[in-house]
């Protein structure tokens, strides 16, 4: 399912214009990014939580000549799926 094929259900089953359905989306992924940029984890009750965690910086190799590089530290986003889902998802 891609961004546009969420627009698309909100306009058919809403009744809101195209590009309104377009607004509504892009409001929303803006506001759970921000979210997840201030440090705050999103928790989407029946569906699940994003969290961003920080990796700190690590020894890695690589894997065609076998070198040993330095891996920086990152953040990474995490989701951990609601029982809600996860039973949907299993029935």
Known sequence: MTK????????????FSKKESAEIV???FDLIKTTLENGE?????GFGNFV???????KGRNPQTGDEIKLGARKVLTFKASQ????YLNS
């Open 4 to 15: 546009a094929d969420i627009v698309e259900s909100i306009y058919q089953k809403v009744g």
């Open 41 to 45: 984890k999103v928790k989407i009750s």
């Open 26 to 28: 892009e409001l929303v």
């Open 84 to 87: 809600v889902l996860k039973n």
């Open 52 to 58: 961003v965690r920080a990796k700190n910086s690590r």
